[in-house]
């Protein structure tokens, strides 16, 4: 063959590519578009056009859907992916067209309605499989095939019968399935915020958090690790991703903390659980609480207060522990570059940074003050962005319009994922409604626990951990607060506490093996064992285990009490962890003894104990308060006698 024979050969798949590139790019466009629009709602402001949310929400599940299907990752798109592209576009288009009239068809179950939705499931299914794996998807199959079971078994297992034809029709078009209020959170209030962070991120905002966290606390002992947790903090407040978050921050902070001295499995695990804390870190935080105030029909702020002091004493712990670690060791500074500037400085060539973050923080604080919704006050700050870092640009470097247009449109590959979690959730929210599965679980739960509340914690910790393994945060919270919160609210756990709850225990699957997703992504920079790193992060993230179960027995943790009981039980929830954390460790005020280690574990168990956990809980945390006393000054004081003896002269 000659090589003008090659070259259609060779061209043909280049133009396919080329035309697969430009799809994606006008897909991820026509998303972005429709949902700012819709957010600072131009079509009724300006075209006098008024549309039901529902038609929004198909349009953007249409678009998603094609997008997942024409930029997967087996290469370029195939004949096949191009045809279900056109199918979900055509489909999703059809019910944006004539959804008033097909919400009264409907209840009939239309021929075309049955297809249609039969068409759109499947593809929804194939298109989160693409982007977020085959876990999800096999627990809806499995619900799905339950649901056709759960009428012929007996007593509580036993479901209500529904049509196959009806089922399809719910979970495909009705407002409790597909397009209904978890996709709506996740393309009207989630979308804006991905937008906001990747503008942050290609504006220099991750390296301006990176820059105070190393000016900040780089000079102090084992520099190179708290320079890891406060960048993961500053940077998680936006994004609220934990993956993202290690790749943005760990691939300056790992690298660092190994050669400060740091074991490199330590350096990973540091960082794989400083960037799970930003999917608890306000005000942003993760897309499962804008879920969650969804589901408690609260404002997100009040999701945002509740979580505050969560957050502190995660991070809290974590700041203990590698502070310890470094004394331990011997970990003096970071190894920074020589003219990084100063603290100050820093924050003068990026003061523009935190002025649309301030903003975004007071509507939040203050919503009858600015009476803007949390997703169009997401947008403003945009905008605030990209016109500061147009003008100002950070330490010297300024963006292009060309290279903000790019952030603005990769935001549709951003938000991606989350766009199909929330049309899945709501495949499974629809399926466990329809048939009553929840409810049924709900009171399994309760008489597995013989109503005993511990044991309902303890049992609901592990089927959230259980159904986390290889699920996003999104997906795990839907189902968790689905089916495991009810229980907990239906003992008298109060409904913040409760699904805050399931949040943290199916969140902690990213950092605890056989899964840990955030563990792995680490490992991969530092280049050691993921399985490993897992275990080491399981041993630096170990107060994550404790944090749920302090907050459903003390509402004070989650700002539900007067503010001196909210500082005291603060203070003494903080002087526990870190008793714990030295325990771990093996440190104080000097490297600790086995049986000094155990009295540090034993006086922190005592403290962290829920005063209202038992009758004689409150007598504990006095137990454990003076135990703490008398460790630490033993302790100290065997450290003064130890420098004597080793003192000079």
Known sequence: MTEQDRAPDAAAPAAASRAASLANDILQGLLILCVTGWVLD???????????????????LGISLALALLSGRTGRPRWFDWTGAALALAICGYIAVRYEALTYELAMLPVEGIVGSLILIVLTLEATRRTSGAVLVIIILALVAYV??????????????????????????????????????????????????????????????????????????????????????????????????????GI?????????????????????????????????????????????????????????????LYYAALFFHVDLEAAKHRIGAAQVEEDIPGFLEILRSGWHFPVPILFLIATLAWPEIFQIPIERAAVYATGMMIVLSLLFGY????????????AVLDTGRAALDIVLIGAAAGMVVGALNVSGIAFGLTLQLIAISGENLFILLLLTAIVSFVLGMGMPTVSVYVLTAT????????????????????????????????????????ANIARVSGWTTGWVSVAVGWSTFFIPFLFVLEPALLMNAPWHAVAWHLARNLLGIFMGTAAIVGFGFIPLTLPMRLGFGAAALAILMPPNAFPAAAMLDWIGLAASIAVLSLNYMRSRAVRAQTAPG
Request: hydrophobic share 55%.
């Open 483 to 522: 089916l495991l919160a009810p229980s907990l609210i239906k003992l008298g756990v109060a409904p913040m506490a409760a699904h805050m709850y399931v949040m943290y225990f199916g969140m902690l699957s990213m950092i605890t093996p056989p899964v840990a997703i955030a563990a792995y992504a680490a």
């Open 148 to 249: 056709f079971i759960g009428p012929n078994l007996p007593g509580d297992f036993q479901t209500r019968y529904v049509s196959p034809a009806r089922l399809a029709v719910y979970l495909g078009l009705d407002t409790n399935g597909m397009i209904g209020n978890i996709l709506g959170v996740a393309v009207l209030i989630v979308v804006p915020f991905t937008l906001m962070g990747q503008v942050l991120g290609r504006t220099g905002g991750a390296n301006y958090f990176a820059d105070l966290a190393m000016s900040g606390m780089g000079k102090f002992r084992g520099g190179a690790a708290k320079i890891a947790v406060f960048g993961s903090a500053l940077f998680g407040m936006i994004s609220g991703a934990a993956v993202s978050n290690v790749v943005a921050v």
């Open 395 to 406: 330490r010297g470097k300024k963006v292009t319009i060309l290279q903000m247009g790019r």
């Open 42 to 60: 131009i079509p009724r402001r300006y075209f006098g056009a008024a549309f039901y949310t529902e038609q929004l929400l198909a349009v953007c």
């Open 252 to 312: 300056v902070t790992i690298p660092l903390m190994a050669r400060s001295g740091f074991a490199r499995a330590k350096a990973a695990a540091i960082e794989a659980v400083g960037s799970t804390g930003g999917q608890l870190m306000p005000p942003v935080m993760g897309a499962a609480a804008f879920i969650m105030a969804e589901f408690l029909q609260v404002s997100y702020g009040a999701v945002v207060v509740a979580a505050l002091i969560p957050a502190l």
